[in-house]
């Protein structure tokens, strides 16, 4: 990629809009806020400590320290010099290390299934999902050819304690290359943006050699999980491996680079996917088109068509026994087991060399 900061030969003057947010928050929002988290009264007896450290925490807002712990870059870096987050390096060879092992042919193959619902036992509605079972179908079908799988619950978002996707910021749309692999947007302690589960995530998409999604359709799109994982995932489809080319998120540098020449490096290329998308009464066809537009584009190979799945189950029946109207859906039960079959017979060809018929073709519009 072209991290050269000379102007571009298709040069245009750089501009970085602003006007949108142009203040700081008052300091009695933000104590509200922080102090929010500890409305339980039996904090009240550490008032005087929690009074403590919400002054910490104020000074961190007021001084933007976003990545407290860092260290110099060193070699292999644009800027050797720059201060980089210790936490973004720890994600980032964790990566590096699990795509290595991805690529090393005498592993076994690894497929991530994602149980993209919201709810579990432990959340309001207070019983499993039926994509819970449908991912765990797939996942004895999958098992059955010796193949490992890395299960993802999303629900747990919903029902453990301060685990996170936060919102993706949109970096990409200021340019690429403000948009780093993997992402450096959190964690953000001044804006006490933690515990974000996106950079375990990532790890674990980079070990595997497939994946297949498994998601209701709730209001007519994918669920709120999903969407939120789907668009922290952008990094990973052109993303800037390199922050200290940027200075962190310096975004006159970034729009340079990019004018300058970017190549939209695919750092998960090469996957096998499968889908499977559910619901009871409309919205599964888009659902399940987006979603395999959205793979595709990151450079994901289909499994063929029996891999994508769209199914009612118990259309325009009641809520209350939907899980019984899967037990006694047989066939869909049985095309689940087709989506893993297909999936497992695609992550086979690729690890002996497969390659789609187009991939010898530059793209036009390498965006």
Not at 227 to 255: F, M, Y
Not at 354 to 364: I, Q, T
């Amino acid at each position: 990629m072209n991290t050269d900061s000379r102007q571009p030969d298709n040069y245009q003057t750089i501009e970085v809009r602003k006007g949108q947010v142009t203040e700081k928050m008052s300091r009695e929002a933000f104590r509200e806020r922080f102090m929010g988290r500890f409305y339980d009264p039996a904090f009240r007896v550490e008032d005087a400590s929690l009074s403590r450290l919400e002054s910490i925490a104020w000074d961190a807002y007021c001084e933007s320290r976003k990545s407290p712990v860092t260290d110099k870059a060193g070699l292999g870096f644009a800027d050797p010099d720059y201060d980089l987050s210790v936490e973004w390096r720890t994600a980032s060879e964790r990566i590096k290390a699990a795509q290595k092992k991805q690529q090393d042919k005498s592993t076994r193959s690894r497929v991530l299934i994602v149980n993209a619902s919201s709810r579990n036992d432990f959340t309001c509605p207070g019983e499993m999902s039926k994509s819970f079972r449908l991912g765990k179908l797939a996942q004895q079908r999958l098992e059955s050819h010796g193949i490992e799988v890395d299960f993802l619950d999303l629900s747990r978002l919903n029902s453990e304690h301060d685990l996170h996707i936060h919102p993706c910021k949109g970096c990409v749309s200021t340019a690429m290359p403000l948009c780093h692999w993997p992402c450096s947007c959190y964690p953000n302690h001044s804006l006490g943006l933690v515990n974000d589960w996106m950079n375990e995530i990532y790890e674990r998409f980079a070990a595997c050699h497939g994946v297949l999604f498994v998601t209701p359709v709730y209001w007519y799109q994918v669920t709120g999980p999903l969407k939120q994982l789907i668009d922290r995932l952008v990094c990973a489809d052109g993303g800037n491996p390199d922050p200290t080319s940027t200075h962190g998120k310096k975004a006159d540098e970034a729009k340079r680079i990019e004018l300058a020449g970017w190549d939209y490096p695919k750092h998960l290329a090469g996957r096998a996917y499968g889908l499977v998308v559910h619901g009871d009464v409309a919205g599964i066809e888009g659902s399940r088109r987006a979603l395999t537009d959205w793979l595709n584009w990151m450079g994901f190979i289909e499994a063929g068509a029996k891999s994508r799945l769209d199914r009612f189950i118990g259309y325009y029946e009641p809520y209350a026994t939907s899980h019984a109207t899967l037990d006694r859906d047989k066939d869909m039960q049985d095309e689940v087991a087709n989506v893993a079959e297909a999936l497992a017979n695609t992550v086979g060809r690729i690890r002996q060399g497969f390659e789609e018929p187009d991939n010898s073709l530059a793209p036009v519009r390498a965006k």
